[in-house]
């Protein structure tokens, strides 16, 4: 993926256009970016009304419950929405 965000944008809405809804991910491979590349760029679009996001998903836990790899804040609990407890520094 190389050129201006004119061309960016209009790759990805014609991709769009084309497949239909998509998951971000499936963006992210159609362009050569990961997963979050491709979210924040339709994220931009959707704030400028050009596509719509209508489903967010809840990383599961990693088995080491590393929370790094979950996509989960480190102030939260693995696996739940319970505040970590603070941990000596």
Known sequence: MDGSWKEIENEILGYLAERGAIAPDEVG??????EGAAASLLSILARAGKVRIR???????????????????????????EPRAPTAA
């Open 29 to 34: 491979r159609e362009l050569g970016i990961s």
């Open 55 to 81: 489903l967010v998903e809840l990383m599961p836990p990693a088995r080491d419950g590393d929370p790094t790899r979950t996509g989960a804040a480190p102030w939260v609990s693995p696996g739940t929405w």
